[in-house]
């Protein structure tokens, strides 16, 4: 057994108290890549220095995939980040069918998603994914879970991200597959995984119910882990999850559970 995942954590969820950069120098010293979120919440120059590898970070600050005024704020704020993102190198940057407030709330919430809304943000997408050629970066759609975290967020189930992202079929546009998400709203995470497979740029995980390290809930992560090897899998899996004590020890569990 080995370590076969390329395994990252996200730095605004584990040990709270501490400087964005002293988090993000502890993973890197744990042999573990970071994700971040809003990168206008941190400073960028104390980043570059704290040594890390960075896998992904939410790719936009404000905007929407369902209309032309949101799309436009997406594909604006989107060309931003991208310069950052290579600025601090940050392997993947993040998407979501609508911005997300206080919460995680969405923004504007959008209770029923019309055949045009699809439709807008197919074309939103496109454009993103020739921006980020152009630019040479790489974007991902993430699914959400809609019943405890994230209600009202448009296009958040993995079924709807997948049709969007494969719809597209751009090296560029890649699936960001949440399976802790997907574990509350739609289960059946290994043959989803196995659907999504083509398109997956990252997989990311946390435990279920609590959003806590693997071991904590009721998700064989273990199985998943072994399922994914025997796939073909070998890409980045993102712990994007509280610590249930000490954060070092729920590291330790996260790289146990995908150790295969």
Known sequence: MGQLFQLAACAEMLWRDKPIEWRAARLHEM????????????????????????????????????????????????????????????????????????????????????????????????RVAEMAEKEDVTFTLENLNLPVDHPGV??????????????????????????????IGEGNLIELCRTCLPWIGEVQVADVPGRMEPGTGEVNWHGIAKALKAMGYSGPVGMEAFASGDPEAALEAFRNAFTV
């Open 31 to 126: 042999g573990f890549e970071v994700g971040l979120w809003n990168w206008p919440d941190h400073d960028l120059t104390k980043l570059e220095k704290s040594g890390a590898t960075f896998s992904i970070m939410n790719g936009y600050l404000r905007g929407r995939l369902t209309d032309e005024e949101g799309a436009a704020e997406l594909l604006e704020t989107a060309r931003e980040t991208a310069q950052v993102g290579k600025r601090l190198g940050v392997a993947r940057l993040n998407l979501h069918g609508t911005g997300l407030g206080e919460g995680g709330l969405p923004v504007m919430p959008v209770e029923v998603v019309t055949g045009a809304m699809w439709l807008k943000a197919r074309d939103t997408l496109h």
């Open 154 to 183: 448009p296009f958040g189930r993995a079924e709807d991200t997948l049709a969007l992202v494969s719809s597209i079929d751009h090296p560029r546009l890649r699936l960001n597959l949440d399976l802790y998400h997907a574990q």
